[in-house]
T-cell receptor
Framework: QKEVEQDPGPLSVPEGAIVSLNCTYSNSAFQYFMWYRQYSRKGPELLMYTYSSGNKEDGRFTAQVDKSSKYISLFIRDSQPSDSATYLCAMSFQGAQKLVFGQGTRLTINP | DGGITQSPKYLFRKEGQNVTLSCEQNLNHDAMYWYRQDPGQGLRLIYYSQIVNDFQKGDIAEGYSVSREKKESFPLTVTSAQKNPTAFYLC???????????????FGEGSRLTVL
């Protein structure tokens, strides 16, 4: 079993839809949770960062962490074609030597 | 402009040849990383370095080698011992030691290696 599981998709939705992307994990020590966005043929860039449980909102993006269920989510409201990318979850803990990444979900927003 | 520069962007190699991928950063970051990305497998850590003249193996180090002689530079050599080297390689850096635990990884644009 992988430490972090993420459905690779692909996921295709119409413009304006609400998108929900999810990751589950097995290591209860994880405290830091991140979402990276990667456009085609580019390197990933940090989109959202959350510490411990709770919600964080940034514009159209909301990150949720449920540590009791070992489940994190990224919601995209009013999705735009420019949101089409691969979304990677990543997580770590204090003293960790590395981030652990999910497989990435390829998302397409259709105009 | 601060950032990470990877070269070459595309590289073709014959089987049995070693190849070196370049990674240079001008962000003054201590920590640097090499990841490999294959379809459906996310990012897998090859090697990382938290300080000059020191580096550690990641999850898939076999068939790869690195050096860290300068803070700005962290080249990756894909050797002929790597059984399946065709992949997208990403270099990253972080101002945080400890693999960007509470910080951000900055990535280069990647190098796509194809073995013919």
């Amino acid at each position: 079993q992988k430490e972090v599981e993420q459905d690779p998709g692909p996921l295709s939705v119409p413009e304006g839809a609400i998108v929900s992307l999810n990751c589950t994990y097995s290591n209860s020590a994880f405290q830091y949770f991140m979402w990276y966005r990667q456009y085609s043929r580019k390197g990933p860039e940090l989109l959202m960062y959350t510490y411990s449980s709770g919600n964080k909102e940034d514009g159209r993006f909301t990150a949720q962490v449920d540590k009791s269920s070992k489940y994190i989510s990224l919601f995209i409201r009013d999705s735009q074609p420019s949101d089409s990318a691969t979304y990677l979850c990543a997580m770590s803990f204090q003293g960790a030597q590395k981030l652990v990444f999910g497989q990435g979900t390829r998302l397409t927003i259709n105009p | 402009d601060g950032g990470i520069t990877q070269s070459p962007k595309y590289l073709f190699r014959k089987e049995g040849q070693n190849v070196t991928l370049s990674c240079e950063q001008n962000l003054n970051h201590d920590a640097m990383y090499w990841y490999r990305q294959d379809p459906g497998q996310g990012l897998r850590l090859i090697y990382y370095s938290q300080i000059v003249n020191d580096f550690q193996k990641g999850d898939i180090a076999e068939g790869y080698s690195v050096s860290r002689e300068k803070k700005e530079s962290f080249p990756l050599t894909v050797t002929s011992a790597q059984k399946n080297p065709t992949a997208f390689y990403l270099c990253a850096s972080s101002s945080e030691q400890g693999a960007g635990v509470a910080g951000e990884l900055f990535f280069g644009e990647g190098s796509r290696l194809t073995v013919l």
